[in-house]
T-cell receptor, first 112, second 115 residues
Framework: NAGVTQTPKFQVLKTGQSMTLQCAQD?????MSWYRQDPGMGLRLIHY???????DQGEVPNGYNVSRSTTEDFPLRLLSAAPSQTSVYFC???????????FGSGTRLTVV | AQTVTQSQPEMSVQEAETVTLSCTYD???????LFWYKQPPSRQMILVIR??????QNATENRFSVNFQKAAKSFSLKISDSQLGDAAMYFC????????????FGAGTILRVKS
């Protein structure tokens, strides 16, 4: 089915470990974004991309890296996990024409 | 910077009745989009309805409708004939029309539906 695919769905990390959250979409969307969801704070933008090879920081970028080598993929890297990064992470994509974003199913990350 | 405020952390409604969720936003832009997303316990983000700021007519999708007051920067969601499946977290979100590559979210409102 067409959409945004995120993996893994759940992950537990130890403080200091690194990992990559995967995101892929098959709708040929130019825009892709990563958000984190924390209780009482809604979703906050971490990084976003307006096309292959172009990325920029969002509201809460510290501790995360992204790259966009293809239109389809937009991985999020945690460089050295910290307990403050315990959260639910969503990847989303959208065409350039104004419309709602399509979201992945989310990744629940716990850093211990 | 744009901000979105949802002042109701939780709301309750009796099944088959109507409930309104509030949202206000702050922007200096004149052309933008507003959205309501639903997040059930499954965690999936589901687009409920969207409103284009240059359209005066309020958007409607079946039992869901909005009251868009551009001058007041208010965007409330009305759910009619509430059903048990409507129970979820609801997020209001804003997106600029031009270079609209970012969604700005409110903190969310938990809606509980009583049978």
């Amino acid at each position: 089915n067409a959409g945004v695919t995120q993996t893994p769905k759940f992950q537990v990390l130890k403080t200091g470990q690194s990992m990559t959250l995967q995101c892929a979409q098959d709708m040929n969307h130019e825009y892709m974004s990563w958000y984190r969801q924390d209780p009482g704070m809604g979703l906050r933008l971490i990084h976003y991309s307006v096309g292959a090879g172009i990325t920029d920081q969002g509201e809460v970028p510290n501790g995360y890296n992204v790259s966009r080598s293809t239109t389809e993929d937009f991985p999020l890297r945690l460089l050295s996990a910290a307990p403050s990064q315990t959260s639910v992470y969503f990847c989303a994509s959208s065409p350039t024409r104004p419309s709602g974003y399509t979201f992945g199913s989310g990744t629940r990350l716990t850093v211990v | 910077a744009q901000t979105v405020t949802q002042s109701q952390p939780e709301m309750s409604v009796q099944e088959a009745e109507t409930v309104t969720l509030s949202c206000t936003y702050d922007t200096s832009e004149s052309d933008y989009y507003l959205f309501w997303y639903k997040q059930p316990p499954s965690r999936q983000m589901i687009l409920v309805i969207r409103q284009e700021a240059y359209k005066q007519q309020n958007a409607t999708e079946n039992r869901f409708s909005v009251n868009f007051q551009k001058a007041a920067k208010s965007f409330s969601l009305k759910i009619s004939d509430s059903q048990l499946g409507d129970a979820a977290m609801y997020f209001c979100a804003y997106r600029r029309r031009e270079y609209g590559n970012k969604l700005v979210f409110g903190a969310g409102t938990i809606l509980r539906v009583k049978s």
